[in-house]
């Protein structure tokens, strides 16, 4: 997944104190016993002492390596790689404080709802961390390492979809004519989707985006991207402001792929308050007279036409530009001031990658 789960040895471990004092957090008398037991018996299998009644910061490293990773880790057994571990814990089998709470987070990560306490005390000791085999790729080294026209799958994912249709496009030029009997038919389908999705606005996005990071504005759009992609027909699709988050420049696009929704036999109902999307509709029913509870009762229907000549109506009015949105006036003259912003980026903002983007803008 790109990311592990790390002991956070500051809130589990007191090195100030000795293991007999209670170092180790969770571990009361009765576990201290049991376990010091084992660790003096683990030390004197391999020649040397455990003192439990120094403060943990005062250990040597391997004496580290026995109380965090246990007598089986490679970082315990690369100061006795000669010596064989105890085959017992009563003769110093010792598991590590660290490999322990790591193997009851996974055996209880997918437990049923009444362990979710526990394993919420758990994770008080666990950090989460980009895993340092990968990078974060999720990839094996053999992925990481093919590349295709001198790009690794990494740096391709990593490509706004836009740029991404552009490099796919010039691949013929630089494929033999074997290597595209194999890639013709994968260059089609990814061209294809890629396209959809450009469409309905979304080529900013990533392939590398996760979902959970798509703001629900983005994640409406790419379903909508893949209902193209499906050509059914005789549906009723409904969408809850698809504008949202998208760029005025964008809209027309989002308007177009509707129409072939539409097209293709279906019925689309858009709830909407962006008034390019509401002129484009075949035809409009506007809700009121106001917003929330002064509203409720359908205040006129037809088409943007008829419903720019019916009077009550404030869409209406709009449309026919009647009403409009006024512009602030009176700005202030520039004094020289400004603010710097450092590091601001669509790869480190907790928003979307747009709201990020028009978010420095503004700013």
Not at 130 to 139: E, I
Not at 213 to 240: H, K, N, P, T
Request: hydrophobic residues 40%; contains cysteine.
């Amino acid at each position: 997944m790109g990311s592990v789960q790390q002991v956070n040895f500051k809130r589990l471990v007191d090195e100030e104190k000795s293991v007999k004092d209670g170092a180790i957090s969770g571990w009361n008398p009765l576990y201290i016993n049991y376990h010091s037991a084992t660790l003096q018996a683990a030390a004197a299998h391999y020649g040397f002492v455990f003192d439990l009644s120094h403060p943990v910061k005062d250990y040597t490293q391997a004496q580290r390596d026995l109380l965090f990773y246990g007598v089986d880790s490679p970082l315990f057994k690369r100061h006795f790689p000669n010596s064989k571990p105890p085959a017992t814990v009563r003769q110093g089998r010792f598991e590590g404080i660290a490999t322990i709470l790591l193997r009851r987070y996974a055996e209880h990560i997918h437990e049923h709802i009444h362990e979710v306490d526990y394993r919420d005390k758990l994770e008080e000791f666990l950090v989460t961390q980009t895993c340092p085999d990968c990078a974060g790729t999720r990839l094996r080294p053999e992925s990481r390492d093919i590349t295709v026209n001198g790009q690794t799958i990494i740096a391709v994912s990593r490509l706004p979809l836009s740029d991404l249709g552009v490099w796919l496009e010039g691949l013929p030029d630089v494929l033999s004519a074997d290597e595209m009997i194999i890639a013709e038919p994968i260059l089609n389908e990814l061209s294809e989707r890629i396209l959809r999705l450009v469409e309905v606005g979304a080529g900013y996005l990533t392939p590398e985006r996760s979902s959970p990071s798509l703001s629900a504005g983005e994640a409406q759009r790419l379903r909508l991207a893949s209902l193209l992609g499906s050509g059914l027909s005789g549906v009723l699709y409904i969408f809850d402001e698809p504008t949202i988050g998208l760029h005025h420049r964008d809209t027309r696009r989002l308007i177009n792929v509707l129409r072939r929704l539409r097209d293709l036999g279906n019925t689309v109902l858009v709830i909407e308050h962006d008034l390019e999307m509401i002129t484009a509709a075949d035809y409009v029913v506007d809700f009121g007279p106001g917003a929330g509870k002064h509203g409720g009762q359908v205040v006129a229907a037809g088409t943007p036409a008829e419903i720019a000549g019916q009077p009550g109506s404030l869409t209406g009015d709009y449309l026919a530009r009647r009403a409009s949105i006024l512009s602030r006036s009176g700005r202030r003259a520039p004094d020289g001031k400004a603010i710097i912003i450092h590091g601001a980026d669509n790869t480190t903002c907790r928003t979307s990658p747009y709201a990020c983007r028009w978010a420095c803008w503004w700013l």
